[in-house]
C-alpha cells in the first residue's frame, strides 16, 4: 500500500509489483518519466479557482493512469527553491533555466514502448495550460 499519488488520504494497492513480476504478464512494461514544465509567470498569475480546476484535473488524470495500469510508483512536485551547480563551480540560485520555464515535477509512468508512453502522456491537464511542455523519457537501467 502507498500514499495515494494525488495526495488524497488513504492508500491505493500500487501495480508497480504486479506488472513487473507477474510472469503470466504478456506485455513487458517499461518504465518513462514525465517531466513536467511550466512558464513560472503564468503559475504565478492562476487565481485559487483555477488552481483548484487545475488539482481536480490532475486527481482525474492519475486515477485515470491507475485505473489502466500505467501508474509506477514515483513522482512528486517539485519547490522552486533550489540551486544549480554548473561544471565551472559557480552556484546560482534556482532551477530556473533561462527561457522562463521550469521544473515543476515529474511522475513515473508503465508502457509497453515510447510511443504508448507519448500517447498516455497526451491527455495530461499540464498541457492545457499556456506556456508548459511534459518531456517524455525512457528509463534506462545501469
Not at 42 to 53: C, F
Given at each position: 500500500?502507498?500514499?495515494?499519488?494525488?495526495?488524497?488520504?488513504?492508500?491505493y494497492?500500487c501495480?508497480?509489483?504486479?506488472?513487473?513480476n507477474?510472469?503470466?504478464?504478456?506485455?513487458?512494461?517499461?518504465?518513462?518519466?514525465?517531466?513536467?514544465?511550466?512558464?513560472?509567470?503564468?503559475?504565478?498569475?492562476?487565481?485559487?479557482?483555477?488552481?483548484?480546476?487545475?488539482?481536480?484535473?490532475?486527481?482525474?488524470?492519475?486515477?485515470?493512469?491507475?485505473?489502466?495500469?500505467?501508474?509506477?510508483?514515483?513522482?512528486?512536485?517539485?519547490?522552486?527553491?533550489?540551486?544549480?551547480?554548473?561544471?565551472?563551480?559557480?552556484?546560482?540560485?534556482?532551477?530556473?533555466?533561462?527561457?522562463?520555464?521550469?521544473?515543476?515535477?515529474?511522475?513515473?509512468?508503465?508502457?509497453?514502448?515510447?510511443?504508448?508512453?507519448?500517447?498516455?502522456?497526451?491527455?495530461?491537464p499540464?498541457?492545457?495550460?499556456?506556456?508548459?511542455?511534459?518531456?517524455?523519457?525512457?528509463?534506462?537501467?545501469?
Amino acid at each position: 500500500m502507498f500514499p495515494h499519488p494525488s495526495g488524497r488520504k488513504g492508500l491505493y494497492d500500487c501495480p508497480y509489483d504486479e506488472l513487473h513480476n507477474n510472469k503470466q504478464n504478456t506485455r513487458r512494461m517499461k518504465e518513462f518519466i514525465l517531466l513536467f514544465r511550466a512558464d513560472y509567470q503564468d503559475i504565478a498569475g492562476v487565481s485559487a479557482k483555477e488552481k483548484q480546476e487545475r488539482n481536480n484535473r490532475w486527481i482525474d488524470w492519475i486515477d485515470e493512469l491507475e485505473d489502466n495500469n500505467h501508474l509506477a510508483e514515483g513522482g512528486n512536485h517539485l519547490t522552486s527553491k533550489g540551486k544549480v551547480i554548473r561544471g565551472n563551480g559557480t552556484i546560482i540560485d534556482g532551477p530556473f533555466r533561462e527561457d522562463k520555464e521550469f521544473l515543476l515535477g515529474y511522475i513515473l509512468i508503465l508502457a509497453t514502448s515510447l510511443d504508448e508512453a507519448v500517447e498516455v502522456a497526451k491527455d495530461c491537464p499540464i498541457l492545457a495550460g499556456e506556456g508548459t511542455s511534459l518531456e517524455v523519457r525512457e528509463i534506462g537501467n545501469i
